[in-house]
Nanobody
Framework: QVQLVESGGGLVQAGDSLKLSCTASGPPYSSHVMAWFCQAPGKEREFVAA????????YYRDSVKGRFTISRDKADYTVSLEMNSLKPEDTAVYSC???????????????WGQGTQVTVSS
């Protein structure tokens, strides 16, 4: 079964940029959707963005549109999340996941990475 490993989190200041990466241990199926979710302390896991592995069609939560960009690299089974103009409210653990549809619900994804912490200071 495919394993997911995230990297790229860290501590940045408001307005800074950060790029997260998620590498799969094997090639996702063409039917798969790769997504990023975030979870802040005391809050539910929340959808951030998703991308279809087959055609790179993307989906975003409204609050990150224009600031975050999700992309995928078929050559090395990697999905990236480029985050610009970061805000303190973006602080959370960011996790990537695999599903079969671009759902906003975490329960529709069947494989998860361990997560990476993003902290944005004001």
């Amino acid at each position: 079964q495919v394993q997911l490993v995230e990297s790229g989190g860290g501590l940045v200041q408001a307005g800074d940029s950060l790029k997260l990466s998620c590498t799969a241990s094997g090639p996702p199926y063409s039917s798969h959707v790769m997504a990023w979710f975030c979870q802040a302390p005391g809050k539910e896991r929340e959808f951030v963005a998703a991308i279809r592995w087959s055609n790179a069609l993307t989906y975003y939560r409204d609050s990150v549109k224009g600031r975050f960009t999700i992309s995928r690299d078929k050559a090395d089974y990697t999905v990236s999340l480029e985050m610009n103009s970061l805000k303190p409210e973006d602080t959370a653990v960011y996790s990537c996941a695999v599903g079969t549809s671009p759902s906003y619900s975490a329960t529709d994804y069947f494989r998860w990475g361990q997560g990476t912490q993003v902290t944005v200071s004001s």
